[in-house]
């Protein structure tokens, strides 16, 4: 048996953050942005003393992270050939700078489930709870989840 629960930051909490696929043959290569939403998915096998899978109202730093990385934000990778460009806007006060490993909303989803998941480990919310899923959406039809490690793991039957 187990317990399922879902957060989610919609596109009117309004974590407006630019970026581009500087590797896309299309216009993702360009600079532009979106309003972004996130949607967590949480399970436990074991109800808190509360009857919770998660306290909602306890996730206020995860909401907190997703402000520092994405509210009004550009956000690019660390290999994009253009990253001296964005520095220097970012020196000149043009731009808050975000380095992330990868750009797009796979990525970004990975990037947050390993912060919530971290953060969840330092909370004690874990073995107990965990993090199943993180999506992101630019908008109506466009999404990303990611689904972590432990379900991979999950899959191939360790």
């Given at each position: 048996?187990?317990?399922?629960?879902?957060?989610?930051?919609?596109h009117?909490v309004?974590l407006?953050v630019?970026?581009?696929?500087?590797?896309?043959?299309s216009?993702c290569?360009?600079?532009h942005?979106?309003?972004?939403a996130f949607?967590?998915e949480f399970e436990a096998?074991?109800?808190d003393?509360r009857?919770?899978?998660?306290?909602?109202?306890?996730?206020?730093?995860?909401?907190a992270?997703?402000?520092?990385?994405?509210?009004?934000?550009t956000?690019?990778a660390a290999?994009?050939?253009?990253?001296?460009?964005f520095e220097?806007?970012?020196?000149?006060g043009?731009l808050?700078l975000?380095?992330?490993p990868?750009?797009?909303?796979?990525?970004f989803a990975e990037?947050?489930?390993g912060l919530?998941?971290?953060?969840m480990?330092?909370?004690?919310?874990?073995p107990?709870?965990?993090?199943?899923?993180?999506?992101?959406?630019e908008h109506g039809?466009?999404?990303a989840?990611?689904?972590?490690?432990?379900h991979a793991?999950?899959?191939?039957?360790?």
């Amino acid at each position: 048996m187990s317990y399922r629960s879902t957060k989610t930051y919609g596109h009117e909490v309004g974590l407006s953050v630019a970026f581009r696929q500087w590797r896309a043959a299309s216009h993702c290569r360009l600079l532009h942005g979106y309003s972004l939403a996130f949607r967590f998915e949480f399970e436990a096998h074991a109800l808190d003393e509360r009857h919770w899978v998660v306290d909602f109202g306890g996730l206020k730093p995860l909401k907190a992270m997703l402000e520092a990385t994405f509210d009004h934000k550009t956000v690019v990778a660390a290999d994009d050939p253009e990253i001296a460009w964005f520095e220097e806007a970012a020196r000149r006060g043009l731009l808050e700078l975000v380095v992330l490993p990868g750009v797009g909303c796979e990525k970004f989803a990975e990037h947050v489930h390993g912060l919530a998941t971290a953060w969840m480990r330092a909370q004690g919310l874990s073995p107990r709870c965990r993090l199943v899923s993180v999506e992101v959406k630019e908008h109506g039809a466009n999404s990303a989840i990611y689904l972590g490690a432990d379900h991979a793991a999950n899959q191939r039957g360790v």
